[in-house]
């Protein structure tokens, strides 16, 4: 008796093992910034949370995520986290308020890059994007793993723009350094540029001179609310891998399936740097010209045969060292 009852016990694991295995999708997410990154993850309104809600990742440290296949929510970086005297955990960008690691239901306070996902959506395809409409705290990328239909394609917006960041629209760190870029919505609060009263549909709200800042760096990211016919992919059983501060160069490996999307990844005429310091570039890059832009940014164009070598300086502070191939 008791045997048989151990018998039904493992059959029953091994069907648990089965069926959570087959209707569940892994979520890597990798920290390649050269700082600590928080993550937390929200799960959308009426879908349950997953295993964890936040956790730290060192630099150079991975943790892999079972997302139950009907998930849907999203994902974000929190950067500069400490925790205080009476224990209360806050961070300067993507802060969910919780004063704890778990974010346990609350979301990132903009400006903060997402990772917004619907698995098994319409069609049985999974939906993806990465958006910089709440702003943009630090690089991202997303990478579809043995999916099968849809585009399957890599997004996200790897370059780092807290340095090249418009003035007005800049969020500094109380020491100076730059930690965000807010959306033109999160700085103004006009509904032109949140799309929200008589702009709250696609024919009436248009893109800004601000949106297309970020749509021109990362043209594959939700620059503003309607961008969703460049910005929206979609690939049917897939795992994903979600990495930080990606290295171009992965980025570019990864984009098996380039043709899927219309617009490249990042802007390969342009790779910003923060203006003060374009001196750094190394002697491999071979400088066209550099440009400045409303005194703020500096774009260095690049001429010659791959591959670039470049300390991308605007990243100094996250430390991102980045090769163009
Ligand atoms: C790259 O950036 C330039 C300058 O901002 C812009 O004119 C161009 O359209 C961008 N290319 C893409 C593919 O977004
Ligand atoms: C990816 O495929 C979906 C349909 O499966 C389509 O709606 C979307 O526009 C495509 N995305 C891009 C950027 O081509």
Redesign the pocket.
């Known amino acids: 008796m008791a045997k048989r009852a151990l018998f039904v016990t493992f059959i029953s694991l091994l069907l648990l093992l089965f069926v959570s295995g087959v209707l569940s999708a892994t979520f890597t997410i990798i920290n390649k910034c050269g700082q600590t990154v928080w993550p937390g993850v929200l799960s959308s309104a009426g879908i349950s949370p997953l295993d964890t809600t936040g956790f730290v990742l060192e630099k150079d440290e991975s943790k892999a995520l079972n997302v139950p296949t009907s998930w849907s929510g999203r994902l974000w970086g929190r950067t500069h986290c400490t925790q205080d005297s009476t224990g209360k955990f806050t961070c300067i960008s993507g802060d969910c308020g919780s004063g704890k690691l778990e974010c346990a239901g609350a979301g990132a306070a903009p400006p903060a890059t997402l990772a917004e996902f619907t698995l098994n959506g319409a069609g049985g395809?999974d939906f993806y994007d990465v958006s910089l409409v709440d702003g943009y705290n630090l690089p991202m990328l997303v990478v579809a793993e043995g999916g099968t239909g849809?585009?399957c394609?890599t997004t996200g917006c790897v370059v780092d723009l807290n340095g090249v960041c418009p003035n007005d629209l800049k969020v500094l760190s109380e020491d100076g350094s730059h930690v965000a870029c807010k959306s033109a919505c999160g700085a103004f609060g006009d509904p032109q540029y949140c799309c929200s009263g008589a702009y709250g549909n696609p024919n009436t709200c248009k893109p800004s001179s601000y949106s297309e800042f970020f749509k021109n760096a990362c043209p594959?990211a939700y620059s503003y609310a309607y961008d969703d016919?460049?910005?929206?992919?979609?690939c049917a059983s897939a795992n994903y891998v979600i990495t930080f501060c990606p290295s171009l160069s992965t980025s570019k490996k990864a984009t098996k399936n380039p043709e899927?999307?219309?617009l490249p990844l990042f802007n390969t005429t342009m790779i910003f740097l923060g203006g003060e310091d374009v001196s750094g570039a190394s002697s491999t890059t071979r400088v066209a010209h550099v440009q400045f832009i409303g005194g703020a940014v500096a774009v260095l164009s690049l001429v010659g045969i791959p591959p670039y070598n470049l300390e991308v300086l605007g990243s100094k502070f996250l430390g991102c060292s980045i090769t163009i191939e």
């Open positions: 395809l849809g585009n394609s594959r016919g460049t910005s929206t992919f979609t899927a999307a219309d």
